[in-house]
T-cell receptor, first 114, second 111 residues
Framework: NAGVTQTPKFRVLKTGQSMTLLCAQDMNHEYMYWYRQDPGMGLRLIHYSVGEGTTAKGEVPDGYNVSRLKKQNFLLGLESAAPSQTSVYFC?????????????FGQGTRLTVV | DQQVKQNSPSLSVQEGRISILNCDYTNSMFDYFLWYKKYPAEGPTFLISISSIKDKNEDGRFTVFLNKSAKHLSLHIVPSQPGDSAVYFCAACAWNNDMRFGAGTRLTVKP
């Protein structure tokens, strides 16, 4: 059982380049999230999705786009990377449950924009 | 705006003593709260949670307390062990499944 898998694990981009981070979960979870972690800032929510075909903005959505075409995948796109987007990115998934449930996280993607 | 706040960046305690980590939130729409533990180069892992209808939840050495009127929760670890040394994140979840995290507290448990 792989859980939540993020691809790639490391990447270096030049300013202005584009890329897509892939998050895949095999737990049939309805909810998926993208966060970025920066020193002293904790985990900040970029975008999230409550189901296939739906997405919503978090607290720091600017400069990112997302898509949830399949239930098991949540893609995070950077159209024109900037040095301010240098960060560690975490994806998480969570089951829909009336009593609410914990989220499971991937191992993270370390992105450096030069 | 930071809707979930952990005002102590770090905490150091002696092995065997109690560790108390604090968290405050500002959004009244949060109704489910969680604590996560994170080691370097790994994703956060779930530790314990509490629903807004409760004021306490216990799991072994870990207890979470919720004070809704003060919009405050805390995580107690008793007794603390060196293996508990990690960064602890408080998280809060709203009805629309928006889930926010605090900045984290680095706990060091000294042998």
């Amino acid at each position: 059982n792989a859980g939540v898998t993020q691809t790639p694990k490391f990447r270096v981009l030049k300013t202005g380049q584009s890329m897509t981070l892939l998050c895949a979960q095999d737990m049939n979870h309805e909810y998926m999230y993208w966060y970025r972690q920066d020193p002293g800032m904790g985990l900040r929510l970029i975008h999230y999705s409550v189901g296939e075909g739906t997405t919503a903005k978090g607290e720091v959505p600017d400069g990112y786009n997302v898509s949830r075409l399949k239930k098991q995948n949540f893609l995070l796109g950077l159209e024109s990377a900037a040095p301010s987007q240098t960060s560690v990115y975490f994806c998480a998934s969570r089951r829909r449950d009336p009593s609410a449930t914990e989220a499971f996280f991937g191992q993270g993607t370390r992105l450096t924009v030069v | 705006d930071q809707q979930v706040k952990q005002n102590s960046p770090s905490l150091s305690v002696q092995e065997g003593r109690i560790s108390i980590l604090n968290c405050d939130y500002t959004n009244s729409m949060f109704d489910y709260f969680l604590w996560y533990k994170k080691y370097p180069a790994e994703g956060p892992t779930f530790l314990i949670s509490i629903s807004s209808i409760k004021d306490k939840n216990e799991d072994g050495r870990f207890t979470v307390f919720l004070n809704k009127s003060a919009k405050h929760l805390s995580l107690h670890i008793v007794p603390s062990q060196p293996g508990d040394s990690a960064v602890y994140f408080c998280a809060a979840c709203a009805w629309n499944n928006d889930m926010r995290f605090g900045a984290g507290t680095r706990l060091t448990v000294k042998p």
